[in-house]
């Protein structure tokens, strides 16, 4: 699926969420606001659920390549700090899905960029679930908890007590 009807949908789906629950939204009132026929949503994804795993999946890959995030190893300061700016930069549409008791679709987009299941280089192993799973229960602690802790400090926690094997 490209880009374009994957932002199509997103932004139309996220933008009718601010108006009501993921549930009362339809495939037409998502079509008529995103631009995009029936058709291709149905060709497309199975759910809104589907839409917003692909949303975050094509938001986080451009994240990646713009920070070049690939050359640092998962436990790097940097890559850590670039996470964690990346989910406080999707802070609204985090609370949005949350909100609305869909945190599932953030787990299924953790799932497939820690896996890297999207590209060709895919990883599925142990450690990469483990960490999709670490990582976004670590992300809905600090979600749940209003993003009281700053970016850099969410670095330092993970660091320390997670990647140091110090829990």
Known sequence: ?????TSAYGEALFKLMKKKNIEKV???ELCEEGGIGRATYFRNFKSKD???TAYIIMKWR???QEHRLK???INDSYRVRRYFDFCYSLRGKNDLIIGQGHQGAILSAYEVIMT???TEHTSDTYESYYLAYGLFGVFMKWARNGYAESAQEMTQIVLERIFSGNI
Do not use: F, G, L, Q
């Open 1 to 5: 699926m490209s880009e374009y009807v």
């Open 26 to 28: 339809t495939v037409d």
């Open 50 to 52: 589907e839409i917003i």
């Open 62 to 64: 451009e994240y990646e």
């Open 71 to 73: 050359e640092h190893p």
């Open 116 to 118: 890297d299941s999207d």
